[in-house]
């Protein structure tokens, strides 16, 4: 069944197997006006209102068109292979979270203003007998002055009173005037701080200081990938003979992998930084000491009351993505008493080991798979307002860098 109005780019909705999104129609527009009508034909049109399958018995009707768009998720991808990346992984979430999606890709900022505009429609049936969700995608490229303005054109083309998701999965020029301006219409911020160039401190104090500034929730990849080291390190002290030790901690060390371990490169800090700013943070510690460059690694200080906290940062030549945490260690100290936690992962579990005075009291395995980005956009897309935990480790970080927000 044809249901795209474009005769030169027919498109034959088929439904596909369960849980499979399928491309049900496709259309150009060069304004947003344009746009606006194209959606409109979308759902005022017949074929997206019913499909008819044959079976051996005859007829059946199949309602398809329905259309359940929960919230905005606009895309801003500086290349289009990229957005064509995050346009995959949102396909593969419409059944769970059908939304209104718009892929924007500024491109010559110096030429004229222009913009042209892709429009599609995806359809996924949850069962062989279940009414088809559909949701639309928009494809924007946008030049010249209207680069510029992202906010412009985005704004008009969103669902009025659904929130807005914002995704940046390259670094958010911040506080560029075209970021400012597209970031004041979102009520999520959804990043990737791991992948930022150089170390992304100086990037992890310019977010907590926009955290500070707009009541904008953010969701960090970077962040979120780490809720199973978080898990085990809590589970460390959820004994009542080790409990008491979490008051007393001394020093907090991780281990992050690299490719050359000789010191050349330039490693990326940020998810051994969160896992020090998140302990640091929720134990009430203040840091005395940020970031330092050594020989090693990175050390700094931190305080908890009255007691010195030392930290620091190793890497070590890994296989693993460059920056990605392979160990963190915990030693606390009561009077002569010394506890000392060991907690490293795998592709699917995380192990959690602690000694008290080299007497090994504790060892435990969880299974707990490394996700990945469908995984790690969907938890960010079913969160809720902000996250304080995540408000306070972003905050915390930002101050271990040297970057405290004003």
Known sequence: MTVSVDPTQPVTFTPGEPGRPVLAWRSRASTIEGIQQELAR???????????????????DRQVGARTSVMNLVVVARRPET?????AIIHDLTGRHPSRTLIVTPADPDGPSWFDANIQ?????????????????????????SGRHLEAIVAPLLVH???????????????????????????RLVIDGSSWHGSGLAQMGRMATFQQRRPVAI????????????????S???????????????????????????????????????????LASRLGMRVVRPL??????????????????AVSIKPRQSELPPGTT??????????????????????DAVHARVWRNKERILERGFSALRRNELDLLAEAIEAGGRDPVAIGALRMAAELAGESPP
């Not at 914002?166 to 009520?187: Q, R, Y």
């Not at 490719?259 to 990326?268: A, K, L, M």
């Open 42 to 60: 979308i759902w005022g049109h017949p074929s997206m209102q019913r499909d008819v399958d044959l079976d051996h018995d005859g007829v059946v």
């Open 83 to 87: 957005g064509e990346r995050c346009a």
């Open 121 to 145: 429609a995806h359809c996924v049936v949850a069962s062989e007998s279940a009414p088809a969700t559909c949701a639309e995608t928009i494809y924007l490229t946008c030049g010249g002055e």
């Open 161 to 187: 009173d659904l929130p807005v998701t914002l995704w940046w999965p390259d670094e958010p020029p911040m506080p560029t005037h075209t970021s400012a301006n597209v970031l004041e219409i979102c009520d």
């Open 219 to 234: 969701s960090d990849f970077a962040m979120i990938r780490q809720s199973r080291w978080r898990e085990a390190i809590a």
């Open 236 to 278: 460390v002290f959820d004994r009542p003979d080790i409990l008491p030790y979490v008051n007393h901690v001394r020093a907090i060390t991780v281990t992050y992998g690299v490719r050359d371990d000789s010191g050349s490169e330039t490693p990326n800090l940020v998810k051994p930084v969160y896992h020090v700013a998140w």
């Open 292 to 309: 330092t460059p050594e020989a090693s690694g990175f050390s700094a200080g931190l305080k908890n009351g009255r007691t010195q906290v």
């Open 326 to 347: 392979l160990r963190v260690e915990i030693r606390a100290v009561i009077q002569r008493s010394e506890l000392r936690a060991d907690i490293t992962a795998e592709q």
